[in-house]
């Protein structure tokens, strides 16, 4: 995953002042593993997106 998108989730579910602060490091597990839920969402859309 890029730093970017990366940071673009971050942003959007609402830890991002928290990685500015800590670095990736200091979130909480349940962030990450909500980052990669969103980040998988992202990517399923784009698919469905190019097949249509």
């Known amino acids: ?10 942003k959007e579910l609402g830890f991002y002042d928290t ?3 800590e ?7 349940r962030d990450a593993g909500n ?6 969402e992202i990517a399923e859309e784009q698919l469905s997106n190019r097949n249509q």
Do not use: H
């Open 1 to 10: 995953m890029s730093d970017s998108l990366k940071e673009e989730i971050a």
């Open 19 to 21: 990685v500015q602060k």
């Open 23 to 29: 670095g990736w490091g200091g979130i909480k597990a």
């Open 35 to 40: 980052m990669v839920k969103r980040a998988i």
